[in-house]
């Protein structure tokens, strides 16, 4: 079971509270976890990455076992912690300004 931590505006469009836990099939990567996010809460889609190019959006980014994952392949396997569900899947929203 892989655990994923939304950001506040995520869970409420998505109608949850605290931790998400997704069944995932195949290599847990960040495209995996995504797929799956989305898939079941369709209401996400467009939110966390771009519908037509699935590429992450600006100012979203993704950690895992204090590690900035946003720029790695989205085919990267993620940490053995995160596919046995030690630790979560963040998403974060990132803030910018001045």
């Known amino acids: ?3 994923v931590v939304l950001p ?3 869970k409420t469009l998505a ?3 605290g931790e998400v836990r997704l ?3 195949g290599p847990v ?3 995996a976890v995504l797929d799956a996010l989305e898939e079941r809460y369709p209401m996400l ?3 966390i990455r771009d519908r037509h190019t699935r590429r992450r959006r600006p100012f979203v980014r993704f950690y895992a076992c204090e590690q900035d994952l946003s720029n790695d392949p989205p085919e990267t396997p993620l940490p053995a912690e995160v596919t046995t569900g030690a630790e979560p899947f963040i998403v974060l929203g990132a803030m ?3």
């Open 1 to 3: 079971m892989i655990r």
């Open 8 to 10: 506040a505006h995520l």
């Open 15 to 17: 109608h949850v509270t």
């Open 23 to 25: 069944e995932v099939s």
């Open 29 to 31: 990567t960040q495209l």
């Open 45 to 47: 889609l467009g939110t």
């Open 96 to 98: 910018a300004g001045g």
